[in-house]
């Protein structure tokens, strides 16, 4: 796994614009090993959690960055490289997980909110304003399921919000997942929202699960699209390469496409497969974030 000189996770090269996402992802995968399989991940890490979050929110107001000190990513405000949903999301479940509620409480006060509508949105961009009133936040709305998401991440129901709203808002799980299933989805190469739905999914099961959610996680596991993350041991045997520390081209492409036509076998499950080609080394990432989850997702995705 790679790491900066801090101990924090980053890609290879030191390449530290996804730090916040993984380090959520890796810390809830670890909770649910170590706590609901009793299949603890063997390789220990230099920072605990408190640690990271220490780290990730340099002054402990509820500002988390998306990496604290590597430049482009230590300025939570840019639009283009600051604290976005995408870093959220996992950082917010993998807190709440690990009891530290506290701070997923900093962190939802210190999100912008916009006066008129009340609409929160994420650190990555800018106020609009109009005759010196900010009016309008122009990062990513929080809304919905991510709502839901803080909701059972601090310990509350959704479904005892108070006015509906997260009862209604489980219904964009659902439809998240329709979003991974043929027909809406036919790129076997698209693999980029998968993480984030994969941890709202599992908050859904360990937290207030309720039938919309069951269904939402049940479409998911059962009708995604077969990623070509599935087929790593098919290409091997054909082509005599590990599909996930080549090159992804348009020659390669063609072959796990013609391949898969002509029937091969999968050797990994729907959900497994799109995670491990998410985490391929090629792509500079670190494959023991997808070997974390492989018994979360054959317990829970399967």
Not at 220 to 234: D, E, I, M, T
Not at 243 to 259: Q, T
Not at 267 to 285: K, L
Request: proline share 5%.
């Amino acid at each position: 796994m790679f790491f900066d000189d801090d101990g924090l996770i980053v890609h290879r090269g030191l390449d530290g614009g996804d730090t916040a996402q993984r380090e959520g992802w890796y810390w809830l995968g670890v909770w649910i090993r170590e706590n609901l399989l009793n299949d603890p991940w063997p390789l220990a890490r230099r920072l605990t959690i408190t640690e990271v979050i220490g780290l990730l929110e340099p002054k402990g107001d509820g500002v988390f960055y998306r990496h604290p000190k590597l430049p482009p990513w230590n300025n939570p405000h840019d639009k283009k490289f600051g604290f976005s949903r995408d870093q959220m999301v996992p950082l917010v479940a993998a807190m709440g997980a690990w009891g530290h509620r506290d701070a997923i409480r900093r962190l939802w006060n210190a999100l912008p909110q916009d006066p008129v509508g009340g609409t929160k949105h994420t650190f990555n961009g800018e106020w609009v304003t109009v005759l010196g009133e900010k009016l309008i936040h122009t990062g990513d709305v929080v809304a919905f399921s991510t709502i839901n998401l803080f909701r059972r991440s601090w310990g509350e129901d959704p479904a005892n919000s108070g006015n509906g709203s997260g009862s209604l808002a489980e219904a964009e799980l659902l439809a998240n997942s329709a979003l991974k299933i043929p027909p809406a989805m036919t790129d076997r190469d698209n693999v980029g929202d998968d993480l984030n739905h994969i941890v709202s999914l599992l908050m859904s099961i360990i937290c207030f699960p309720n039938s919309t959610t069951e269904s939402a996680v049940n479409s998911y596991a059962k009708n995604r699209l077969v990623s070509y993350g599935s087929f790593v041991g098919a290409y091997q045997e054909e082509y005599g390469e590990n599909i996930l520390e080549i090159e992804f081209n348009n020659d390669v492409k063609r072959r796990l496409d013609e391949g898969i036509a002509k029937g091969w076998r999968t050797d990994a499950s729907r959900v497994y497969g799109a995670v491990r080609w998410y985490h391929r080394p090629s792509t500079g990432a670190n494959r023991e974030l997808a070997e974390i989850y492989e018994p979360i997702i054959k317990a829970y995705l399967e």
